[in-house]
């Protein structure tokens, strides 16, 4: 029977990306990968000829058609005008898992941690990468951190069902919810709820600052790590320098139908053309695209000769070192140096042993129904005044006899009432006003609820007597738990 080959986009890219891919693939070609290679545009040329993301317009047919994408690094043009081509890739494609294995290869590349081998799995499509950014005051910006129940669950899920198919140990998870209890709050709280279906693997959680303080100084520690989008960004490159080894990481990004795979690094243009670079990354990454689509086999095959080719000395540029390696090569002597050692295993470095992993399959989202009570609001106003006693009580008698104005807080602490006289203040007031019914007290504080058109009323009181209103939220109990944070007091 003649078997299909799988039909691979591939993006050679900018820099030293044509020099890493083409060695990528004589590697894949010599070590039997069934893979045909459909060539996809997109990077610097794009750019200049006036698309603003980068991509080919011809490619998102092509991806749609075979949707797996093999990607050398591409070169940002200078200047304003064009978007991110990873951003919008991830987006477009719904690639909402990012999977960067980070492995010691001690003492051939040098690390303060020899025993290390983690894997980061960052969440790829929202957080602070939402992109929603306003300057709401002539002293104030904002950036949106949204943060969803959907893209939680994918990414947990995602993550234990990688812990569980790759046979490792442990997920950490890694949030900053002692301060951020609604967003990061909920991505803990969805961690814990699926966590408790698999109870096979040891499951911890710790806050950010002092988990990425680990990884860069006991990264041995963990095992597979989940984080949001912007804690994952960073991380996974702490983890990948301490590693000693940011040339040779490559890295995955997963979506429900389509998949990217890249080296980390940059397109490098310092060195572009001299056939020096390192395609190692790009093989790392080539050889996740092959367990992605089921050839753990052959992936095996190449990460054990690259393995063996790193313990026999026979280094590129980047890694050389007078006295430890055996000889420096460039760019496609390093890949030969691989293809002779196809069928070798390393000889002190950890045996790679990658089975064809079966498709991780994400349930579709089923949106609990629940009832949504609005109990107030903040308005936020662009306010020059410097006493916030004197504010509050305007805004207060303003209210009406419905609604009570709860506290006025600035950059989120509380000045009103009885705030205090050093705490620095900016023109951004936000003001909380409730039901003035009595609350009910309970544990989650809830409140009386009120109406939308109580909103309008007090919105047009205050606009009637001058005050600007930059921006409102509103507040809403979900089956009778606070949707939103507390402020100080209250
Ligand atoms: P870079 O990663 O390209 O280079 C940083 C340093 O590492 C340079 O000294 C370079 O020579 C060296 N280096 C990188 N890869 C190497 C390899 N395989 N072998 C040997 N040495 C290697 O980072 P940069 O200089 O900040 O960025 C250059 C360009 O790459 C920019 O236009 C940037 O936007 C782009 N970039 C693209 C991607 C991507 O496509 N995923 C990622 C990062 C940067």
New binding site residues.
């Given amino acids: 029977m003649i078997q299909t080959k799988t039909i691979v986009g591939v993006a050679h890219?900018d820099?030293?990306g044509p020099e890493?891919m083409e060695a990528v693939l004589h590697i894949l070609h010599k070590a039997g990968a069934s893979i045909q290679a459909a060539p996809v545009r997109m990077g610097k040329q794009v750019y200049e000829s006036g698309v603003s993301a980068g991509i080919d317009p011809s490619a998102w047919e092509l991806l749609h058609q075979h949707p797996i994408l093999l990607?050398a690094?591409?070169?940002?043009p200078q200047g304003g005008g064009y978007k991110s081509?990873?951003v919008t890739l991830r987006k477009s494609l719904s690639l909402f898992a990012n999977v960067r294995p980070v492995r010691a290869f001690s003492p051939y590349v040098p690390t303060i941690s020899p025993k290390m081998d983690l894997v980061i799995i960052r969440e790829n499509e929202e957080d602070l990468y939402a992109g929603i950014e306003h300057q709401q005051t002539a002293d104030v910006v904002q950036c949106l951190k949204l943060i969803t129940r959907p893209g939680c669950e994918k990414i947990i899920r995602y993550a234990f069902e990688y812990t569980r198919a790759q046979g490792r140990k442990k997920l950490t998870c890694m949030t900053k919810d002692n301060i951020m209890k609604q967003t990061d709050g909920l991505f803990h709280q969805v961690f814990r709820e699926i966590g408790a279906e698999y109870p096979e693997i040891e499951q911890d959680h710790m806050i950010i600052d002092i988990g990425a303080a680990y990884v860069a100084q006991r990264p041995e520690q963990f095992d597979v790590i989940v984080l949001p989008n912007l804690y994952g960004d960073i991380v996974s490159d702490i983890a990948a320098q301490v590693a000693g080894s940011?040339?040779l990481a490559g890295s995955a990004n997963i979506g429900p139908r389509c998949a990217m795979f890249?080296?980390?690094?940059?397109?490098?243009?310092?060195?572009a053309g001299r056939g020096?670079?390192?395609?190692s990354?790009l093989l790392q990454a080539a050889c996740m695209m092959l367990q992605h689509i089921g050839q753990g086999d052959v992936a095996a095959r190449i990460s054990n000769a690259w393995l063996a080719t790193l313990e026999d000395g026979i280094h590129?540029?980047?890694i050389f070192r007078d006295g430890f390696s055996r000889a420096q090569v460039g760019t496609m002597a390093f890949a030969n140096a691989v293809v002779d050692r196809l069928g070798e295993s390393p000889q002190h470095l950890r045996k790679e042993v990658l089975t064809a992993s079966a498709p991780i399959i994400i349930p579709p989202y089923q949106r609990a129904a629940v009832q949504k009570t609005l109990v107030g609001v903040d308005l936020f106003l662009d306010w020059v005044g410097e006493d916030p006693q004197a504010l509050g009580q305007v805004i207060s008698n303003l209210a009406g006899p419905e609604m009570q104005l709860k506290m006025i807080t600035n950059r989120g602490v509380k000045v009103y009432p009885e705030g205090l006289k050093d705490t620095f203040c900016t023109d951004h007031w936000r003001c909380r006003f409730v039901s003035a019914k009595a609350t009910v007290a309970t544990e989650v504080k809830t409140y009386s609820p009120i109406s939308y058109q109580q909103i309008l009323d007090l919105c047009t009181s205050l606009h009637q007597a001058g005050f600007d209103i930059v921006k409102s939220e509103h507040l809403y109990e979900f089956d009778g738990v606070r949707g939103f944070s507390l402020g100080q007091g209250e």
Avoid: F, Q, R, Y
């Fill in positions: 890219g820099g030293i890493i990607k690094p591409v070169t940002t081509l990873n940011v040339g890249e080296a980390i690094h940059g397109s490098a243009p310092d060195i020096i670079a390192n395609p990354g590129t540029a980047d």
